[in-house]
């Protein structure tokens, strides 16, 4: 079974975007998704990546407007300004608790992706505060999850270990934005890139029929 990892934020607009492009490649391609959340501000800057609030007004201006073709390509509702978005001055940190619980469900067994999207879909479109842990608690609770669990599992050793092995790897392999899919140590950033994540997958299938 072939293993895709995906390096993320939980508060990326394109993770949430591409999610169900993603997991329909998953089940078609009957690859192992392997969930791994960063922290994207700490370590983007020193590969390369421009996070959105320190670009210059132009790109920001051209990125919104990049969201609304995507939504509506794709049909995915989503807001493009969401008012628990904190563009200006964030609190520092405020979307790392949402990574750690899709952690915890993945190393629990849990249907990671599941979590991992409703989270998204919660800030993005649904207009609620992922910062919040009682928001958490239900948006887990709402897709058949252990919310409290989960949320009492975010601050444990493992889970905040698996946390800084995820960045340090997305450091060691030059992860400069989200999503990006590592497949055997080849990058595709962005969900506009899952078509050639979808073909990648599909060759290494037929090489291996081929063996």
């Known amino acids: 079974m072939p293993e895709l990892s995906c390096f993320y934020s939980l508060s990326s607009p394109w993770a949430y975007l591409g999610g169900p492009r993603l997991q329909d490649i998953v089940r078609r391609h009957r690859a192992r998704l392997v969930l791994k959340p960063f922290d994207f501000q700490e370590v983007v800057p020193r590969t390369g990546g421009v996070p959105i609030r320190t670009r210059p007004r132009p790109r920001r201006a051209y990125h919104a407007v990049e969201l609304a073709r995507w939504r509506d390509y794709l049909g995915v509702p989503l807001?493009?300004?969401?008012?628990?978005?904190?563009?200006?001055?964030?609190?520092?940190?405020?979307?790392?608790?949402?990574?750690?619980?899709?952690?915890?469900?993945?190393?629990?067994?849990?249907?990671?992706?599941r979590l991992s999207h409703a989270i998204l879909r919660a800030l993005w479109a649904e207009e609620r505060d992922i910062a919040d842990p009682a928001v958490r608690r239900a948006v887990a609770d709402e897709?058949?999850?252990?919310?409290e669990a989960l949320r009492a599992a975010e601050g444990?050793?493992?889970?905040?270990?698996?946390?800084?092995?995820?960045g340090a790897e997305a450091e060691a392999l030059g992860v400069f934005g989200s999503p990006t899919l590592v497949l055997d140590?080849?990058?595709?950033?962005?969900?506009?890139?899952?078509?050639f994540v979808d073909r990648a997958l599909a060759r290494r299938a037929w090489d291996a029929r081929g063996a």
């Open 79 to 113: 807001t493009v300004a969401p008012r628990h978005y904190p563009a200006e001055n964030p609190a520092p940190g405020w979307n790392k608790p949402a990574g750690f619980m899709v952690i915890a469900a993945q190393q629990a067994g849990l249907d990671a992706f």
């Open 143 to 147: 897709n058949g999850l252990p919310g």
């Open 156 to 166: 444990s050793a493992p889970v905040q270990a698996e946390y800084r092995r995820n």
């Open 185 to 195: 140590g080849e990058l595709f950033w962005g969900q506009d890139r899952l078509d």
